[in-house]
């Protein structure tokens, strides 16, 4: 593994992680157990989580997507993952210091493309494992994404108008905070939303986000 700042986070997750691991590591991540490690989807991804390193889609992870997985590891919990009711960012707990950061680097950036993702939508929520939001959560269209396979993200969409601009909302299933801290699944969902953004830009076949 490359010896950068990420990476050494990467790798001490990692040794902790894999120093003790529960006999049900596998389960908890709703992944399934491999000789060397878990493999499970992430980012709409195969992912191999490993003592030796994270590779999603084959790649190793030593950015921020490898952090991320790696504290999803870190954060296993034996809890079923609950959808509904769907929580906003500001209902998690200490996130009121972060809600403008959110609102600009998760839902902002998707702004400007709410007019692309209805055109698209079945093939973005195809390739981020999500499928069609609740209707009674409002909005012209909602949609959900699984960046990780106990934690998924609906977006709320309102078409721009004469009246009023494009507006995205992104809203987390109802117990993700049992599996990942508050900032990484801010992190979650930017780089949820970047992912989204490539496949409109790229296709259904477009690049991932870089790191």
Not at 33 to 58: K, N
Not at 80 to 98: C, I, N, V
Request: charged share 20%; with cysteine.
């Amino acid at each position: 593994m490359p010896d950068s700042p990420y990476a050494r986070i990467v790798r001490s997750h990692l040794e902790a992680l894999f120093h003790a691991p529960p006999p049900d590591l596998a389960a908890r991540l709703g992944g399934a157990a491999r000789q060397d490690g878990v493999a499970l989807r992430a980012f709409g991804e195969a992912c191999d989580l490993t003592p030796r390193g994270i590779f999603l889609g084959g790649r190793p992870q030593t950015g921020v997507l490898g952090i991320l997985i790696a504290l999803y590891g870190r954060h296993a919990h034996p809890a079923p993952q609950r959808l509904e009711p769907w929580r906003a960012f500001k209902e998690l707990p200490g996130s009121m210091p972060y809600a403008g950061a959110f609102a600009a680097n998760a839902e902002g950036i998707l702004v400007p493309h709410a007019a692309s993702l209805e055109h698209d939508l079945a093939a973005v929520t195809a390739a981020l494992d999500g499928g069609p939001g609740p209707a009674a959560l409002g909005g012209d269209f909602a949609f959900s994404v699984r960046p990780f396979p106990k934690i998924s993200l609906c977006y709320i969409v309102h078409r721009a108008d004469e009246e009023f601009c494009a507006a995205v909302t992104c809203l987390f299933s109802a117990n993700a905070d049992r599996f990942l801290p508050l900032d990484a699944l801010a992190d979650t969902a930017e780089y949820s939303g970047r992912g989204i953004i490539a496949l409109l830009q790229g296709g259904a076949g477009g690049a991932r986000p870089g790191e």
